[in-house]
């Protein structure tokens, strides 16, 4: 046998193998990890099938049509625009923007940071990885930023929410504990016109805290019940849209993934954007209208920005006014 069609046999099998594992990610962790990267795969399928067809490996061509069918149909529904963007603009509110980083904690690149706050001007800024030596440089840029609160840590879970919103209840709040009784930092806040909550927070990576993730994100969708019925879930979740605990999430709490109808937008790791996948997220309650989404520009860190637009239904009640 040609080694070449060896290969495309094995590389076949295997791409099958890990498409359908990931959707038993409840099953397993490993199974879990497996559905972060359909986008890969449907790269991958589109490539093999292609080389099958040449080659006339027909065996191996219906494999590689399967996992094109199913990984496409996977990520295709972030490609469709959505119905709320067809919401009579005359009932919506001014644009909210805001702009999201897991700065990395050892990240040399502080100067790259301040001069993307100061371009985009966001409405609200959330910070992940921050500690006092991070807190202490963006001062002078933050300051202006009349509501704020930050929590720096010496790990990796330090947590800053800034804003020219007027919020109240700024609090930090704990959700999820690892084997080693830690909790975790998470910001929440509220408008002070009583029309939205936030929620910054940052779960633990699947592959070191897998359970301490998950219930990290059923004990926040628990805690939705409380809040306003317009509402914000940003960070980095160590998550993609296509597991099976993120689609529970969204369902236990009522909210959407601002990044459908504006593509995939990997955002992890930077070092090498061929594994690229979307872990840092914006999440909105099902009224509020996302007009724009983005990530990049490389500012350093191993994350990429993610910066969105937002309107929120207007309700017959007062705008929320930005100072």
């Known amino acids: 046998m040609p080694a070449i069609i060896f ?12 498409s359908m594992a990931g959707f038993w990610g409840g099953w397993s962790s490993l199974f879990d990890l497996a559905c972060h ?5 449907t790269i991958i399928a ?4 292609l080389m099958a067809v040449a080659s006339k490996q027909w065996l191996v061509a219906g494999i590689a049509g399967v996992c094109l069918l199913t990984n496409g149909f996977v990520i295709s529904p972030y490609y469709k625009p959505q119905n709320a963007n067809e919401m009579n603009v005359s009932r919506l509110s001014p644009p909210i923007s805001l702009l999201h980083l897991n700065v990395l904690k050892v990240n040399s690149g502080k100067a790259s940071v301040l001069r993307l706050i100061q371009e985009k001007k966001p409405d609200l800024v959330s910070l992940l ?8 440089r963006l001062n002078p840029v933050l300051n202006d930023y009349p509501y704020q609160l930050a929590q720096p840590q010496d790990d990796n879970f330090g947590i800053a929410l800034y804003s020219k919103i007027p919020l109240k209840n700024m609090s930090v709040i704990y959700f999820g504990k690892d084997f080693h009784q830690r909790y975790f930092p998470s910001i929440y806040a509220e408008s002070k016109d009583e029309r939205l909550s936030i929620l910054v927070t940052h779960p633990l990576p699947p592959i070191s805290g897998f359970e301490v993730r998950n ?5 926040i969708a628990k805690a939705r019940t409380e809040w306003y019925d317009n509402a914000l879930v940003v960070g980095d979740l160590n998550i993609t849209p ?3 605990f993120f689609q529970r999430f969204l369902s236990e709490s009522d909210l959407r993934d601002s990044q459908k109808g504006f593509g995939i937008q990997p955002s992890w790791p930077t070092a090498y954007p061929l594994l690229g996948i979307p872990i840092d997220h914006v999440l909105v309650s099902p009224k509020i209208q996302v007009t724009k989404r983005e990530t990049g520009p490389f500012v350093g860190s191993d994350h990429l920005p993610v910066y969105v637009e937002l309107r929120l239904p207007a309700d017959g009640q007062s705008e929320i006014q930005v100072e």
């Open 242 to 244: 296509w597991s099976v």
């Open 215 to 219: 219930t990290q994100l059923r004990e």
């Open 37 to 41: 990267f359909r986008v890969q795969y």
């Open 46 to 49: 589109s490539i093999l099938l």
């Open 7 to 18: 290969i495309l046999r094995v590389t076949a099998l295997l791409l099958l193998g890990f």
């Open 129 to 136: 990885e921050v500690d006092k030596n991070w807190i202490d």
